[in-house]
């Protein structure tokens, strides 16, 4: 397999991104007392806010699998932006949100990654 000369940064920002997106979706469902706070008061639909925080733990759990084994790129890296710009629209940026634009960028990085240097083009 040869992944030509953007190997290492693909993996730490494939990595990272799973790391993160992985931790924050586990702590999310260990500790959820820790982030309701995070979940407006009034949902769309008539959401339970217990409910889409568990969905949103589960989401971000199954995102960050997805980076670290790196399947899917394009489509872990779109999710993750379109899940970070939600958050960004309904919070705002503060002191906590605002780690989310680093986020939001290394997604739309992996996004605009050239097709050749996803993992299943690797095999020549």
Do not use: C, N
């Not at 040869?2 to 990595?15: A, D, E, Q, T, V």
């Not at 002191?95 to 240097?117: E, F």
């Amino acid at each position: 397999m040869s992944y030509g000369r953007h190997k290492w940064p693909h993996i730490f920002i494939s990595l990272g991104l799973g790391i993160t997106f992985l931790w924050i979706g586990l702590d999310i469902l260990r500790h959820a007392d820790a982030w309701i706070g995070y979940i407006p008061q009034q949902l769309p639909f008539g959401l339970d806010r217990e409910f889409t925080l568990k969905m949103t733990g589960i989401f971000d759990a199954l995102l960050g699998a997805l980076f670290i084994m790196r399947w899917w790129p394009k489509t872990a890296a779109t999710l993750a932006a379109l899940h970070l710009i939600g958050i960004l629209a309904v919070q705002g940026i503060d002191q906590i949100v605002i780690r989310d634009v680093g986020l939001l960028g290394a997604s739309l990085a992996l996004l605009a990654w050239p097709k050749r240097h996803h993992r299943g083009s690797y095999d020549t």
